[in-house]
Each structure stands twice: as C-alpha cells, then as structure tokens.
C-alpha cells in the first residue's frame, strides 16, 4: 500500500482524525498538503499546510487550480457542536449541511480536473452518524448520508478514471474527546460500548484511507467501508439483561 510519487490534498488536516490521515498518507511516500481555514496548533513537519475554507467555492478553485498535480484527495472537513433541532434554526442547521455536504461536493469538483488526468481517488470521510438517528446532531447525520450517496454517484459518473469511496467512521478518540464524553472517565464509558473495546485512533482512520487510495483497493469504488470497531451494541439487550438482574 505504499503512495510514493503521489501528491494527496487532507481538507481539515491539521489536528484530529484529519492530521492522523495526514501523518499515515505520508508514513505511506505520499506528498501531503492539509488545508484548513486555521494553521495547526502543533507543527505537522509530515505535511504542507495551506489555508482554505471549503466553503468558499472561488478559493477552492483558485487552490486548485495553482496545484501542479492531485492524486489522492481526503475530504474530512466537517463537523457540528450538539444541539437539538428545535433549539437553532433553519439557518443554522443549513450551514452544517454546507459544511459536511456541499463543501466536499465544491472540492471534488474543482479537484477533478487533476483526478483525471492521474487516474486518481477520492475517499470521503462519512460518519455512522448518517445511518442511524443522531440527536442533538440531525443535520450533521442528514449531511452524512448524503456525502456517502453522493460518493456512490460520483464513483459511477466519474468511472473508470477516477475512483470514489466512503470510510463510515465511527467513535475517534482525538486530543478534544474529553470534553464531549464528560472526561476521562466517560471516555472509557463510552468506549466499552464499542465491540472491539475503545475508541478508534485517528491512525486508525489513516491507514483505513490509505488502503482505499492505494492500488490495493484498484477495483474498489463506489463502496462504503465501515471503521467502528464492530458498531454498537442493541440497546435492546443491555435492557432486557437490566430487567432480569432487577
């Protein structure tokens, strides 16, 4: 699975699960540009970083169009802070939407150009988010499963030069997950509801997406690959346990 002589583009590369896909596409010879709207807190000597909002489909072709060559492109931006839907309006919601779906969508398109010409991929970074109920994130899930059906279409329209998947990422455990799972001690809470017993790494997430940009996955496109450590246990039978200790 090595990328030596490839050039790969991480959007949201400079910290979490985007840096972790960085550090692995470069462990694996590629030449690596992170982009984000904000430099990274921490030096990421593996990578180049430029600064780009995705939103903002002048300056993404503008990017795009000075880079001398593309083949791997990682569309990670994303993400929203928890909040039920009643408690924001359409707005709102709308700009998660933006940022999850259109975004990746106004990158690809001005990526593809370079795509073609070196026969290379997209992964796009989905979320279980997008095929289950996400309260406190609905437009985020919303905008996930539209990312991985839009992955699906451009994988077929953009065949057989250009080839697109979906990493469904589940639970990461990053520098700031901490603070969602109300410390430490929630961390590992939340962690052994996971099969395989904790939290992906964003390595993890990296290595995953280097498999998928690399010839060993040649003949994959169009697919969605799930990294959630064996999904989550049915609450069905954690209550059905409950009823019988009681």
Not at 159 to 187: F, I, Q, S
Request: charged share 20%; hydrophobic share 45%; net charge neutral.
């Amino acid at each position: 699975m090595q990328l030596d002589g490839k050039v790969a583009v991480v959007t949201g590369g400079t910290r979490g699960v985007g840096a972790g896909i960085a550090r692995s596409l470069a462990r694996a010879g590629a030449d690596v540009v992170v982009c984000a709207r904000r430099p990274p807190d921490e030096p990421l000597p593996e990578a180049a970083y430029a600064p780009l909002d995705v939103r903002d489909t002048d300056a993404v072709r503008h990017f795009f169009t000075a880079l001398p060559r593309l083949d791997i492109l990682v569309n990670n931006a994303g993400g929203t802070p928890h909040r039920p839907l009643a408690h924001a309006d359409a707005r709102h919601h709308a700009r998660v939407i933006e940022l999850n779906l259109l975004a990746p969508l106004t990158v690809s398109l001005a990526a593809h150009a370079h795509l073609e010409r070196t026969g290379g991929s997209v992964v796009m970074i989905g979320s279980v988010s997008g095929s289950r109920p996400s309260p406190g994130s609905a437009a985020y899930g919303a905008a996930k499963a539209g990312l991985e059906n839009l992955a699906r279409s451009m994988a077929v329209e953009w065949a057989p030069r250009v080839r697109v998947n979906t990493l469904v990422v589940g639970m990461v455990r990053t520098e700031l997950t901490h603070l969602h799972y109300g410390g430490e001690d929630g961390v590992e809470a939340v962690a052994r509801t996971v099969p395989l017993g904790r939290l992906a790494l964003p390595a993890d997430v990296g290595e995953a997406a280097v498999f998928l940009a690399s010839d060993a996955a040649r003949y994959i496109s169009g697919a969605s690959l799930l990294l959630h450590g064996g999904g989550e246990r049915p609450a069905f039978l954690d209550a059905a346990t409950a009823d019988k200790e009681t």
